[in-house]
């Protein structure tokens, strides 16, 4: 089906990071999914690591923007050229001529009109016949779970905008739970409690730069972080200390809707693959899956073994890279896109 001289790519499109594999190379692209917009003429400044720079930085003419905020195309002209230029990177200045067979992927909760947005993306693009595929799907491959095999298991990508918790046998979904609750969730709690409880107004990288810093989910070493901000009441700008303990109750919120996700999904498996998740474990995917003992909470919350992939990070990527070795997934994709 792919033939010696297609270029076969597969694409996280993700919220907060886009994440490209190529075929017999592995990861070539991994960059934020930003775009800087010069507003007056209408072009991208800037895409990727140095937009994502000048998130809150910029002068009034250009916008830094986040075309697909919380799992969904906000800004399909926007994210048609992110697309393009990452597309574009990843094949490099090989086979200029060659339009490149894409896999890409999308939350399980998007629309089918959102899904059209993404496949017509990345045919203005330069892809050829793009193929659409679910997340978790991507994410349980890439984590190297045996999908194609008659037994439960839960795959569980914490990703920027959403939570993907399903169940996967014999190669498809049995049952699924998504949310848009993920790592922006927490980065906009961290920002209201230091609002809250400080007056104080932090950007979203700072809010970030806390998470990785001093975020816990359950009991963790604790710690103590200064950040600056911008004091409300004087405008002036201020340094605080915030302690690893009020973030991990500022985070309380986004963490218990992502375990109540887990939960309300196990509860609509099947006996027989609730078994087989119990003994196998869940595994965990996505940038969200290393926020400090989230693994540790969620096997506390389920009574069931929780894994972190080996590159939370990459997962979907390698994933969606491989489905084209899968020969019966993509049979089955093709059909359902039919449909
Ligand atoms: N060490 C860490 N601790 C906590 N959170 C982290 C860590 N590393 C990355 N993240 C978070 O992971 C999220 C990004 O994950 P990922 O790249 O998997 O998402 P995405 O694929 O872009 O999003 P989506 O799947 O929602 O489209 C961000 O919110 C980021 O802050």
């Known amino acids: 089906m792919f033939n010696l001289f297609s270029k076969d790519l597969g694409i996280d499109l993700g919220t907060a990071n886009t994440v490209v594999h190529a075929k017999g190379k592995g990861i070539v692209v991994r960059e934020p999914s930003v775009v800087a917009m010069d507003i007056t003429t209408k072009t991208p400044m800037a895409v990727g690591d140095s937009a994502k720079e000048m998130i809150g930085r910029t002068p009034s003419n250009i916008v830094a923007i986040r075309p697909l905020k919380d799992g969904v195309i906000s800004d399909f002209n926007v994210t048609q050229k992110m697309l393009k230029y990452f597309i574009s990177r990843a094949l490099g200045t090989e086979h200029p001529y ?77 049952t699924s739970r998504s949310i848009r609750v993920a790592g922006d969730e927490m980065d906009d709690a961290i920002i209201a409690h230091i609002k809250r409880r400080y007056n104080l107004m932090v950007g979203y990288r700072t809010a970030e730069t806390l998470k990785f810093e001093i975020g816990y989910a359950y009991q963790a ?107 019966e997934i993509l049979r089955r994709i093709a059909a359902s896109q039919k449909s």
């Open 221 to 327: 070493e604790k710690g103590t972080y200064t950040v600056r901000g911008r004091d409300l009441l004087t405008g002036l700008p201020k340094t605080i200390e915030v302690t690893s303990e009020e973030i991990q109750e500022a985070l309380q919120e986004p963490v218990m809707a992502i375990v109540d996700a887990v939960k309300s999904c196990l509860e609509k498996t099947p006996p027989e693959l609730s078994s087989d998740i119990m003994d196998r474990g869940i595994m965990m995917a996505g940038g969200g899956s290393l926020l400090r003992n989230l693994d540790r909470l969620l096997s506390e919350e389920t009574g069931i073994a929780v894994h972190i992939a080996e590159d939370p990070l990459s997962c979907v990527a390698i994933g969606t890279g491989n489905v084209l070795e899968h020969a």
């Open 98 to 174: 060659i339009r490149p067979r894409v896999v890409i992927c999308v939350p399980s909760g998007v629309t089918p009109v959102e899904e059209r947005a993404v496949k017509e993306a990345a045919m203005a693009a330069g892809a050829k016949d793009p193929i659409i595929l679910e997340e978790p799907m991507a994410a349980a491959i890439g984590a190297g779970l045996p999908v194609s095999e008659p037994t439960g298991n839960m795959i569980v990508d914490i990703g920027g905008g959403t939570t993907e918790v399903a169940v996967i046998s014999l190669g498809g979904i049995v």
